[in-house]
Every structure is written in C-alpha cells, then in structure tokens.
C-alpha cells in the first residue's frame, strides 16, 4: 500500500500562485509515476498532469504548461505542482494520485484550492 498526503491548497487572488505538495509513504518507488487531478465544483474529475521516474511530464491540456509545473525528489518521496498565475476557474480539489502500473492506483485524500476574483 501506498499512501498519499497533499498539502499547500488554500485562498489566493487571481495571478496569485500556489505550492501542492504530495508526500508518499508506505512501499513506494522511484519507479512510480506521480500525477496531479482536479475537481471543480459541480464538473467532472480531470487529469492536470503527471510525471515519471525519469523525469517524463505529460499535461492534460496545452493551456497549462505555462502556469503549472509538476515536480518530483525521490530521495524525499515527495511530488510538487507549482501553479502560477491562477485563474478563478482553477478552483477545485487538487489531487494527487500514484501509479506503478497503468492504472492510477493510488489516491491522496485531496486539497481545497480556491482562487477569488
């Protein structure tokens, strides 16, 4: 088992930015691919981005490649989505989801991001 703890969320003004930490725990590997998803009120879960083992960045959409930055230090277990410039329609729980496989087995228990206009 794998276990996720996110941390960073919170209120922001819109061009703010904020910090996502996901801190694994458990038999967790180097080789696990770490991923970042989304929810906004009233809408579908969506995929924001994921990175590999060896460093192998894979968006959701274009539009956040200049103002999301996925991250990882496996000496310290621990992934990281910097997000810039936040827009109001970047509210949403943030989660962070691990696989070792092709399957996003594992899941954080989320955290609230808001950003005000």
């Known amino acids: 088992q794998v276990q996720l703890v996110e941390s960073g969320g919170g209120l922001v003004q819109a061009g703010g930015s904020l910090r996502l930490s996901c801190a694994a725990s458990?038999?967790?590997?180097?080789?696990?691919?770490m991923g970042w998803f989304r929810r906004a009120p009233g809408k579908e879960r969506e995929f924001v981005v994921s990175i590999k083992w060896n460093g192998g960045i894979t968006y959701g959409r274009e539009s956040m490649k200049g103002r999301f930055t996925i991250s990882r230090d496996n000496a310290k277990n621990t992934a990281y989505l910097q997000m810039d410039n936040l827009l109001p329609e970047d509210t949403a729980i943030y989660y962070c989801?691990?696989?070792?496989?092709?399957?996003?087995?594992?899941w954080g228990q989320g955290t609230q991001v808001t950003v005000s206009s």
């Open positions: 989801a691990a696989a070792s496989t092709a399957t996003w087995s594992y």
């Open positions: 458990g038999r967790t590997s180097s080789g696990t691919t």
